[in-house]
T-cell receptor, first 112, second 111 residues
Framework: NAGVTQTPKFRVLKTGQSMTLLCAQD?????MYWYRQDPGMGLRLIHY???????AKGEVPDGYNVSRLKKQNFLLGLESAAPSQTSVYFC???????????FGPGTRLTVL | LAKTTQPISMDSYEGQEVNITCSHN???????ITWYQQFPSQGPRFIIQ???TKVTNEVASLFIPADRKSSTLSLPRVSLSDTAVYYC????????????FGGGTRVLVKP
């Protein structure tokens, strides 16, 4: 099993450009999450999903959109990137809310 | 929204026990407490989870007092490979609460 994978691993964008980050899990987990991690800070929840076709806002959702069209995939979109969105993005999944989360390797995004 | 705070860093030596305390004064009734370990350039990895009292697994123990306003991760007999950042996570999405990570504690294990 690959666990949780993220695509791409690195990306550099110019202000105003758009992009989509892909997260895939092969563990048949119901819950999926997108976090961002900034230097010296913990992880902050952007959006999450409790099952196929569902999405919900986390702590810092502004400037991001998500979709969960298939159970195994969770997409994070930036419609108009801003320098403040420079960060490392982690995707995670869990079977249920109270179960341990399995994290992907992260995507390092730089917005110039 | 439970605000979680942790010490920024702590040093230890091989073979010693390391205790990291996370403060979460506003923890909600249904919130659970989870600890993760993170190495550079990797995603966090689950260590242990609890709701109240004490939980122990093969790598760590988690102590939660009756008021649940704090929790302590205990790592017995650390080795150099335990040098990492440790995060506590408090919350319960299914209960309508949020998930809040602490800022992380950087643990440096010295020889």
């Amino acid at each position: 099993n690959a666990g949780v994978t993220q695509t791409p691993k690195f990306r550099v964008l110019k202000t105003g450009q758009s992009m989509t980050l892909l997260c895939a899990q092969d563990m048949n987990h119901e819950y999926m999450y997108w976090y961002r991690q900034d230097p010296g800070m913990g992880l902050r929840l952007i959006h999450y999903s409790v099952g196929e076709g569902t999405t919900a806002k986390g702590e810092v959702p502004d400037g991001y959109n998500v979709s969960r069209l298939k159970k195994q995939n969770f997409l994070l979109g930036l419609e108009s990137a801003a320098p403040s969105q420079t960060s490392v993005y982690f995707c995670a999944s869990s079977y249920l809310d109270e179960n341990e989360q399995f994290f992907g390797p992260g995507t390092r995004l730089t917005v110039l | 929204l439970a605000k979680t705070t942790q010490p920024i860093s702590m040093d230890s030596y091989e073979g010693q026990e390391v205790n990291i305390t996370c403060s979460h004064n506003n923890i909600a009734t249904n919130d659970y407490i989870t600890w993760y370990q993170q190495f550079p350039s990797q995603g966090p990895r689950f260590i242990i989870q609890g709701y109240k009292t004490k939980v122990t697994n093969e790598v760590a123990s988690l102590f939660i007092p009756a008021d649940r306003k704090s929790s302590t991760l205990s790592l017995p007999r650390v080795s150099l490979s335990d040098t990492a950042v440790y995060y506590c996570l408090v919350g319960a999405l299914a209960a309508g609460n949020k998930l809040t990570f602490g800022g992380g504690t950087r643990v440096l294990v010295k020889p």
